[in-house]
């Protein structure tokens, strides 16, 4: 991060393990690395909400409080969170369910000062835009929104009239950009619209946190999230040169 200028990162491991495990003395031994670095944290990035609305909620709730705790160890009160997949659960039954393990995900992060952020990803209750702009409302902006524009356009959905309807709710955004055939690319080389979107809002919003996540190098999994093949025929020699070229992109576009 120092070598590529950036002063700011949202966490979600530390030394392979998921922000969600660490124990309070692993965060603060992890706070500690980054102040010594002069890297703050703008937001953690978990994983709540991401397992069935009727699997073991008891447990995650849990979760929920550790994760909690290690964001006002790292000094952020954002959270991302994810909706729930269905489970077993089909139809009414599975946004009732929902719904109601989000409000007990609020409640908890309102009595931790935190606040959830919730990411659009495919298979969950907030996968099209209609469907999170619906549940934000449910909450009465209790929930707030990280935009992610590359997932949109990964699902099929044009993530301009996404942004359009999700801007009142929008508290961060994450930078990731693709293609509507499924190839993941370097912000700006795809159909995210990064740059009308980031200029839409910062010419009458506050500034907010961006989170660059391009996905350009061996990241395992995504493909398997997503039901697609995300091959990009931009290739990097190590994750570090991925990013260069991701953060100088995107900075020659907001420019």
Same mark, same amino acid.
């Given at each position: 991060?120092?070598?590529?200028? %950036?002063?700011?990162?949202?966490?979600?491991?530390?030394?392979?393990? &998921?922000?969600?495990?660490? /124990?309070?003395?692993e965060v603060k031994t992890a706070a500690a690395r980054l102040r010594d670095a002069g890297?703050?944290? *703008?937001?953690?990035?978990?994983?709540?909400?991401? %397992?069935?609305?009727?699997?073991?909620?008891?447990?995650?709730?849990?979760? #929920?409080?550790?994760?909690?705790?290690? #964001?006002?160890?790292?000094?952020? $009160?954002l959270v991302r969170v994810f909706s729930f997949y269905p489970g077993a659960l089909t139809?009414? #039954? @599975?946004?009732?369910? #929902?719904?109601?393990?989000?409000? $007990?995900?609020?409640?908890?992060?309102?009595?931790?000062?935190?606040?959830?952020?919730?990411? &659009?990803?495919?298979?969950?209750?907030?996968?099209?835009?209609?469907?999170?702009?619906?549940?934000?409302?449910?909450?009465?902006?209790?929930?707030?929104?990280? @935009?992610?524009?590359? &997932?949109?356009?990964?699902?099929?959905?044009?993530?301009?009239?996404?942004?359009?309807?999700?801007?009142?709710?929008?508290?961060?955004?994450?930078?990731?950009?693709?293609?509507?055939?499924? !190839? %993941?690319?370097?912000?700006? !080389?795809?159909?995210?619209?990064?740059?009308?979107?980031? /200029?839409?809002?910062?010419?009458? *919003?506050?500034?907010?946190?961006v989170t660059l996540e391009p996905h350009l190098h061996a990241f395992v999994g995504l493909?398997?999230?997503?039901?697609? *093949?995300?091959?990009?025929?931009?290739?990097?020699?190590?994750?570090?040169?991925?990013? $260069?070229?991701? $953060?100088?992109?995107?900075?020659?576009?907001?420019?």
């Amino acid at each position: 991060l120092s070598r590529l200028g %950036i002063r700011r990162m949202e966490v979600r491991g530390v030394d392979g393990r &998921n922000v969600s495990v660490l /124990t309070p003395a692993e965060v603060k031994t992890a706070a500690a690395r980054l102040r010594d670095a002069g890297v703050t944290v *703008s937001a953690v990035g978990s994983p709540l909400g991401k %397992i069935a609305a009727d699997g073991d909620i008891p447990a995650h709730m849990e979760t #929920a409080r550790r994760v909690f705790e290690t #964001a006002g160890l790292l000094g952020t $009160r954002l959270v991302r969170v994810f909706s729930f997949y269905p489970g077993a659960l089909t139809g009414e #039954a @599975f946004r009732e369910a #929902a719904l109601t393990q989000l409000d $007990r995900l609020l409640t908890l992060a309102d009595e931790a000062g935190v606040t959830l952020c919730h990411e &659009n990803e495919a298979d969950i209750l907030g996968e099209s835009p209609e469907a999170c702009r619906a549940l934000l409302d449910a909450f009465g902006g209790r929930l707030r929104c990280v @935009f992610d524009m590359g &997932n949109f356009v990964l699902g099929g959905y044009d993530p301009l009239g996404a942004y359009r309807l999700l801007r009142p709710y929008i508290d961060y955004f994450h930078i990731k950009d693709a293609r509507r055939d499924g !190839c %993941i690319v370097p912000p700006g !080389c795809g159909d995210a619209r990064i740059a009308e979107i980031l /200029t839409d809002y910062a010419a009458a *919003s506050a500034p907010v946190p961006v989170t660059l996540e391009p996905h350009l190098h061996a990241f395992v999994g995504l493909s398997d999230l997503t039901g697609r *093949s995300l091959a990009t025929p931009f290739t990097y020699p190590d994750g570090e040169s991925a990013m $260069r070229d991701a $953060r100088d992109r995107l900075i020659a576009m907001l420019a």
